[in-house]
């Protein structure tokens, strides 16, 4: 009678107890994973303004570039593994996490080609060069527009990333729910 009704009263307080818990310790991995994405967002931003300043130094002007690239496959890997840590995925759909951030993976992806074939480029027409020569001058219309294309794909990448980031913070995706189950 009355013993197991408390040892049930303390296996439910226990019980909630833990859920608490792991519930804190989620939030706080989600706190620390998307402080790192969008740590990452801003070393991209800092760096496309960086790399303009240094455009005389080839040296620091590589470095740059290649911190650039890194972060992008560094920020591009983060964003897989939150996938593979959602209830979605390890419930094995897949496909809605593919229908409901396509945009942000192409983004991604078109984004880090761009900023690598930018950089390969910019890095040829620089090398060995003087450090007063400008890359502009010779009509290089190809160059020109691959440079739009890149700053104006780093708009769209920084939008699409940041509200993927965001979005992943939805509990939803992280357990059994009706809204899961529509879909």
Not at 32 to 41: R, S, T
Not at 123 to 132: E, P, Q, S, T, V
Not at 157 to 177: A, E, I, Q
């Given at each position: 009678?009355?013993?197991?009704?408390?040892?049930?009263?303390?296996?439910?307080?226990?019980?909630?107890?833990?859920?608490?818990?792991?519930?804190?310790?989620?939030?706080?991995?989600?706190?620390?994973?998307?402080?790192?994405?969008?740590?990452?967002?801003?070393?991209?931003?800092?760096?496309?303004?960086?790399?303009?300043?240094?455009?005389?130094?080839?040296?620091?002007?590589?470095?740059?570039?290649?911190?650039?690239?890194?972060?992008?496959?560094?920020?591009?890997?983060?964003?897989f593994l939150v996938f593979f840590n959602t209830y979605v995925f390890k419930a094995g759909f897949?496909?809605?996490?593919?229908?409901?951030?396509?945009?942000?993976?192409?983004?991604?992806?078109?984004?880090?080609?761009?900023?690598?074939?930018?950089?390969?480029?910019?890095?040829?027409?620089?090398?060995?060069?003087?450090?007063?020569?400008?890359?502009?001058?010779?009509?290089?219309?190809?160059?020109?527009?691959?440079?739009?294309?890149?700053?104006?794909?780093?708009?769209?990448?920084?939008?699409?990333?940041?509200?993927?980031?965001?979005?992943?913070?939805?509990?939803?995706?992280?357990?059994?729910?009706?809204?899961?189950?529509?879909?």
């Open positions: 009678g009355c013993g197991s009704f408390a040892e049930f009263g303390e296996f439910q307080t226990f019980q909630h107890y833990f859920i608490q818990i792991n519930l804190s310790m989620k939030v706080f991995q989600y706190s620390v994973i998307a402080g790192l994405q969008l740590f990452l967002l801003l070393v991209d931003i800092t760096l496309n303004t960086a790399s303009e300043h240094f455009r005389g130094n080839v040296l620091i002007l590589l470095v740059l570039y290649i911190v650039q690239d890194v972060c992008l496959l560094l920020a591009l890997i983060i964003l897949v496909s809605i996490l593919i229908r409901k951030f396509i945009a942000t993976i192409v983004v991604t992806n078109i984004y880090l080609a761009l900023c690598l074939g930018l950089h390969v480029w910019a890095m040829k027409l620089r090398w060995g060069k003087d450090k007063n020569y400008y890359i502009w001058d010779e009509g290089k219309d190809g160059f020109l527009i691959l440079y739009v294309c890149q700053r104006a794909g780093s708009v769209l990448y920084y939008f699409f990333y940041k509200r993927t980031t965001l979005r992943l913070g939805d509990p939803n995706y992280y357990k059994d729910s009706v809204l899961l189950r529509r879909q």
